[in-house]
């Protein structure tokens, strides 16, 4: 910081005393609205002791939560991702007829409402919904099962992989791929060393995003799981019951695993972050030197 | 002109890249959608009418759309500030808070509505002192926009940061020698730059508000005509068996949402069309 303000930077920027009134507006709210929730849950959680918090994680219907939550997500997450990625090549590496409604269509995921996203499944699946009749008859569990959850997980983080790619690799262009392609490198070659090494960071940032909302849907998968105990309960509708029950500490218990898993995601994604401005910094410094 | 799919090009896998595309696309979300759609034909217009605008419903439209007004308007004054500070000054614990903005969209909406449900109850650390001035929030209407204005925070806060950052020095100094004063600067060149932006972040943070539910129902209370939003509603109507009353009350929703989309989506465009002018 220097010691004195030139008149240059007095003119565009703001006294002292309205910086420090801005900072602490925003800090203000930030606390109340991001910050004691956050250390609102670990204080719940590990209000009534250690021995309760990790009664209620050892708990036989949270570990099955838990494992229906992480097979969840690695069902859904690759699904998604082979989806983004032939989603992406398609509307960023060519041009065709149609393409700004296919980009619109592939967000509608994230315009519905979880709650609807579930209601569409039991309306197809359901007792009464469309494939529901031949479904029982050959004695196959969609809905209030795990399939049922699975699908409205796939369905409430479609959108987040291509979300991410197709800006991406439209900012990227064409021409390291035909430049590999008139070299005599096939499809394929091209697309492993030269299209996905490109995407990396951006990938894995989708991939990021798209576990963090697989693991803690609740909308959605509340509304077909039919929140049968150790068997259809994932852990976010684990708490739900939790809470319910008046069990406040063993709720939080539960809660504090998706809250720590949510600060792993974040911390993942600004690492993201940092690796790909290095990248770029060196790419630009590279160009420079050209 | 002859007409062609798409453009000729070099690059291999175009047929399987759309063709699975489409695939998946219709067989998870275009298929399980129209179902939505195509159930409401069992009913008649006017039971349809009759449906969507009984005095419990209407109540909880009045609810889910005034709260995400009121929820998304905090949000965009509160996320410019924010968003302001995060780029133009340096405090300690800056990059902390910058990453932390996204805490809403990584984590749970249930453990939000049971952590917010904590705070702001009666016995809770803010619930507890806004009560000695009679305030209560959990369990009120009140709930409703607390959970919203969490859940929706990060919205604004991300569209305008990159304008933000994006802004040239050259155009406020050259204000700046003009004469102008800094809020002149700040009325009359650094906000028309912002508001696209402002603009397309307070529209997705109403539409992410409008179908929120796993937060919302811990908080609100849940009490019909009272504090009842749309999407539990239709919850309860499929609790009861009563898909159709459910799904017609989901169509208007879904039909809405849409609008919103293509308003975002026509944001987006004026905003790219204005960066690159």
């Known amino acids: ?290 | 002109m002859q007409f062609r799919l798409k453009q000729r090009s070099v690059l291999p896998g175009f047929n399987l890249a759309l063709g699975y595309t489409l695939l998946y696309m219709g067989l998870i979300v275009l298929i399980p959608l129209s179902a939505a759609f195509i159930k409401t034909t069992d009913l008649s217009w006017t039971e349809f009418w009759a449906i969507v605008t009984t005095p419990r419903v209407l109540a909880s439209y009045q609810l889910t759309f005034g709260a995400s007004f009121i929820a998304a308007m905090i949000n965009t004054s509160a996320g410019l500030i924010i968003a302001w500070v995060l780029v133009r000054y340096s405090f300690p614990g800056k990059r902390l808070v910058d990453a932390m903005v996204d805490l809403p969209f990584a984590l749970p909406t249930a453990v939000a509505g049971i952590a917010l449900t904590a705070l702001y109850a009666g016995n809770g650390w803010i619930g507890g002192v806004l009560a000695l001035i009679g305030i209560k929030i959990a369990f009120t209407p009140l709930g409703v926009i607390v959970a919203l204005v969490f859940i929706s925070m990060p919205f604004v806060i991300r569209t305008v940061q990159p304008v933000l950052e994006d802004l040239e020095a050259e155009v406020e100094e050259a204000a700046a020698c003009l004469g102008a004063t800094r809020w002149q600067t700040f009325r009359w060149i650094i906000f028309p730059a912002l508001r696209p932006a402002l603009l397309t972040g307070f529209t997705l943070a109403f539409a992410r508000c409008i179908g929120e539910y796993g937060s919302v129902i811990f908080i609100a209370g849940n009490l019909p005509m009272v504090s009842e939003i749309t999407p539990l509603l239709i919850v309860t109507k499929l609790e009861q068996y009563d898909y159709r009353g459910a799904t017609a009350i989901a169509v208007v929703m879904l039909v809405i949402s849409f609008m919103l989309l293509l308003l975002i989506n026509l944001l987006q465009w004026w905003s790219r069309r204005r960066h690159a002018a």
């Open chain 1, 1 to 290: 910081m220097m010691a004195t303000i030139s008149p240059i930077e007095r003119a565009v920027s703001e006294p002292p005393r309205i910086r420090r009134l801005l900072i602490g507006l925003a800090l203000v709210f930030l606390t109340l609205f991001l910050f004691l929730p956050l250390a609102a849950v670990f204080y719940e959680a590990l209000r009534k002791g250690l021995g309760v918090y990790f009664a209620a994680i050892v708990d036989p219907d949270a570990l099955a939560a838990i494992r229906l939550t992480l097979l969840c997500a690695v069902i859904a997450v690759p699904l998604n991702l082979v989806f983004g990625i032939a989603a992406a090549w398609a509307v960023a590496k060519f041009e065709f007829h149609g393409k700004s409604v296919l980009i619109t269509l592939i967000d509608l995921p994230f315009a519905v409402s979880p709650v609807i996203a579930g209601l569409i499944y039991v309306l197809l699946f359901g007792a009464q919904g469309w494939l529901g009749p031949w479904l029982a008859a050959h004695d196959i569990k969609i809905l209030f099962a795990v399939p049922g959850i699975v699908l409205a997980t796939v369905f409430v983080t479609f959108p987040f992989i291509a979300r991410e790619l197709i800006p991406l690799m439209q900012e990227q262009g064409i021409q390291e791929e035909e430049a590999a392609l008139v070299l005599g490198a096939s499809g394929w070659q091209t697309f492993w060393r030269i299209t996905l090494p490109n995407i990396k960071w951006g990938l894995l940032y989708g991939v990021v995003l798209c576990t963090a909302r697989a693991m803690g849907e609740f909308g959605a998968v509340s509304v077909v799981s039919g929140h049968i105990r150790g068997a259809t309960n994932t852990l976010p509708l684990q708490v739900e019951i939790l809470y319910n029950e008046y069990q406040f500490a063993a709720a939080f218990a539960v809660a504090s695993l998706l809250t720590v898993l949510a600060l792993v995601m974040l911390a993942v994604k600004s690492l993201i972050e940092w690796q790909a401005r290095q990248t770029r910094r060196a790419a630009l410094a590279m160009k420079g030197e050209f």
